[in-house]
């Protein structure tokens, strides 16, 4: 079994940091200093092609529908791997030493690669920690799965579209500070990307209209959509994830089937990438259907395909939560997910 251990909490997710004033401090210093660096850097020459690099898939794919023909971009985290643990190999510290603009997303999600662009990068690069630049401290999300006394908040800002739209403003703006000869282009695509994650908005809470109020409710196999459960109405009840290389004993296990039932849920969701036994006996025991094929940053297909992007990610996961508990994800499915360029980024797979 590849899942090593299970911890669920049944508690609703806290909004706002609840931190002290000097954590709170401590995070609107760091946040002042993440806008900043997305502020600076020095133009590239003219005639010069723009070098990008970028973190998890979803953050790639929306620098590469911004950025267009006009730039190199390549992606660092390999899909299907754990974000939160990766550890970039010393090879990647070659592409960064020739990158203009990083992207991350911040929030202390990506720590190692960060530490190894700033010895890497080159003076006048940007390092634009997108997330921890967008949302202000006192929207940060703790929960059973990121506690205030860990320190870090939860980073999933990406899978609610309202925090992605701001994710596709800043890149613009980067973009066009630091490639200027192609400002057209980069406010063109962003334009029209930002009117795509704006009808995944209106597709969202339509479909929301549609699943019973008492059945908007997710566990999940990883704690990925505290900041969509906020904007469009709907709980986060728990998260199943691994915790140590022990599997859960018979009666962690039965302990876990009784919370299942109590909550009333339809439908429990597991990950696509990281397939589990345990969660799927959870599932039959306490009589709810067991979906495990949601994604948080592993983008749908393969590089190439055309729902192998950001959109395409969001339009999946959103159509499966919708259909397994009870709505009408017909807006949803009639999206249009197609990039606004022909994305050539490179993605580790």
Known sequence: MIWIGIALSLSACSAGSGSTSSSVTAEKNAQSTARAACDTGTAIAAGKRLRISATVAPITSIVANI?????????????????????????????????????????????????????????????????????PVADYIYDFSFPIEGGKPNPHLWTNPPLARQYAEIVRDVLVRMDPAHTDAYRSNADVFIARINQLDAAMVAATATVPANQRKLLTYHDAYAYFARTYGWTVIGAIQPSNFDEPTAKEIANLITQVRKTGVPAIFGSEVFPSPVLEQIGAEANVKYVDVLRDDDLPGKPGDPSHSF???????????????????????????????????????
């Open 311 to 349: 959109l395409g990610l969001m339009q999946f996961d959103y159509i499966t939560m919708v259909d397994a508990l009870g709505g009408d994800a017909a807006a949803l499915k009639a999206l249009d997910i197609s990039d606004v360029n022909i994305d050539t980024a490179e993605y580790p797979q």
């Open 67 to 135: 950025a267009g023909e006009h730039a190199d971009i390549a992606g660092l985290v390999p899909e299907g791997t754990n974000s939160h643990t990766f550890e970039p190999a010393p090879s990647v510290a070659a592409i960064l030493a020739k990158t203009d603009v990083l992207f991350v997303n911040g929030l202390l999600l990506e720590e190692p690669t960060k530490d190894l662009a700033e010895q890497n990068l080159s003076n006048g690069a940007v390092l634009c920690e997108l997330g921890t630049a967008a949302l």
